[in-house]
């Protein structure tokens, strides 16, 4: 009877938890068991894992052998145990030394003839083993990557069952070191040079960048919706490191991270097709919970394009998020959350027929108000800034030829100074932008008075400000602030505000 242990993770969303895989052989029939509450891909395990044994031309015991994941109780998903039973149940045999068998945590799906595949969520996983004091770890060689971006870990990578177990025994080895980091990717952003006219709506994205603000744009086809939403990540801060491993941890367990340049750097852009489902946009799924759009736009832009076409059963579900930054994703088998700090981009036609101009829409009034209510009060009630923007006049298109805009990277100066000053106000604080913090926060640090409460209460008091609404527009009127460079807002920050928010300041 031997019994011998190695370490692997479990994960949920993001967060993990170590996994103790055991490989006992005991007298009795032949025949191996997978207990440990694991899915199919982890029964299913038992035979990839014979096979690619045997294919490494080592002898599978012809004996009784159960092989558990501990906890018990914890839900286990995937083929990536894959390796850490295979090693488990070597070390019981005897081919391998069990103290070198449990020193690393081990990932990686098996393929039949004994090769390493790759699999979802290394980054993450090594996260949760370096948070548990664990120093090294073997993941596939096609992971390596991604699995040198967690610091602190002597990360190795196996392309064969065999090449492994030849490195556990001491023996000359074929494992992978880590690689070199790759450099960020550098492709060129679309540029708000390219952006003819819409004054008011660049200067609304230029807000909405500075503060964290969601958006939305209303306007006919053409007028640049779609141009300026696709341009917000030019003028977005790059992502600090904490921010990078946090998204590319996201991507990683949605299984999206480019092979070449693994870390994200930039903030994502994520703009679903108006017919995704709620389990496509929020997340979800019947086994294994994936994050969705609004988890993989984390620290970056989730546009919605066409926004009343989508199912309000989908625009709805956005709003829990819009106020957490967190998608909680409740199954029969558990509870499992995803960031989504994302900010919100809507664009729509004012009418289902989008005409270019209002004279030539042939909707009647109530068709019109019924295509704009799909997007919901309590929906908008969430968005900072709504602006309407015109369609392109003849002067606006001959402007391309005389003048030039301003570029993405001289505005991204005045939004990155302004998050600077966000930034110190709200040290000592989670928050990183001025739409994160909450109402009480906000009023604690400043209060309309004079003339600026005026504006503001008599908003309230016509019906035109929510709760909510009167807090959003102190946030938008800090960020307006930090762009002039004021420590606090005065009247033309909350005029501003108001307007972007109401449609009018007074």
Request: proline share 8%.
């Amino acid at each position: 009877m031997k019994l011998a242990r190695t370490w692997s993770v479990a994960l949920a969303g993001v967060s993990g938890h170590l996994v103790s895989v055991e490989a006992h052989i005991a007298p009795g029939l032949p025949g191996a068991t997978v207990i440990g509450l694991g899915d199919a891909a982890v029964v299913q395990a038992r035979d990839r894992v014979r096979a690619a044994v045997q294919n490494s031309r080592y002898k599978w015991p012809e004996t009784r052998i159960t092989l558990a994941l501990s906890p018990a109780a914890l839900p286990k998903r995937g083929a990536g145990y894959d390796l850490a039973l295979a090693i488990a149940l070597l070390a019981a045999a005897g081919d391998v030394p069990a103290a070198d068998a449990a020193r690393p945590i081990l990932l990686g799906e098996l393929a039949l003839d004994g090769s390493v595949r790759p699999v979802h969520g290394v980054l993450p996983s090594l996260l949760t083993a370096r948070a548990a004091g664990r120093t090294s770890a073997v993941v596939p060689a096609d992971n390596l990557n991604e699995a040198c971006l967690a610091d602190g870990m002597d990360v190795l990578g196996a392309r064969t069952l065999a090449d492994l177990v030849h490195h556990l025994r001491g023996e000359s080895s074929a494992l992978e070191r880590q690689l070199q980091r790759r450099p960020p990717d550098e492709t060129p952003l679309p540029d708000m040079r390219d952006v003819i006219g819409q004054p008011e709506g660049r200067r609304a994205l230029e807000i909405a960048a500075a503060g964290g603000h969601h958006l939305v744009m209303i306007g006919p086809p053409g007028a640049g919706k779609t141009m300026l939403a696709t341009r917000l990540p030019s003028i977005l801060p790059a992502l600090d490191d904490d921010q990078a491993l946090e998204v590319t941890a996201v991507h990683s367990v949605a299984g999206i991270l480019d092979d070449h340049t693994p870390l994200v750097t930039r903030p994502p852009f994520v703009d679903p097709h108006h017919s995704a489902s709620v389990a496509a946009v929020i997340g979800g799924g019947s086994g294994l919970i994936r994050p969705g759009n609004a988890s993989m736009a984390h620290r970056g832009v989730l546009f919605l394009d066409e926004a009343p076409e989508f199912r309000p059963t989908v625009l709805d579900a956005l709003r829990q998020p819009m106020e957490s930054g967190v998608a909680v994703l409740a199954r029969a088998s558990g509870v499992v959350r995803y960031p989504a700090r994302f900010q919100l981009v809507l664009a729509a036609n004012p009418c289902p027929c989008a005409a270019a101009l209002d004279i030539n829409c042939t909707c009647a009034p109530g068709v019109r108000r019924r295509y704009l209510a799909r997007l919901s009060g309590p929906l908008l009630d969430r968005v900072d800034i709504r602006v309407e923007l015109p369609a392109l006049g003849p002067a606006d298109l001959a402007m391309a030829a005389d003048e030039t805009p301003e570029s993405s990277e001289e505005i991204l100066v005045r939004v990155v100074r302004a998050r600077e000053r966000a930034a110190a106000r709200w040290s000592g604080t989670t928050h990183r932008t001025n739409a994160e913090v909450s109402g009480p926060e906000i009023r604690r640090w400043w209060r309309p008075s004079g003339r600026s409460a005026a504006l503001v209460d008599r908003a309230a008091e016509q019906g035109r400000l929510t709760g909510r609404g009167y807090d959003r527009v102190l946030r938008v009127a800090a960020t307006c602030a930090d762009l002039a460079g004021r420590d606090t807002p005065e009247l033309p920050d909350v005029a501003t505000a108001l307007a972007l928010r109401c449609g009018e300041a007074a």
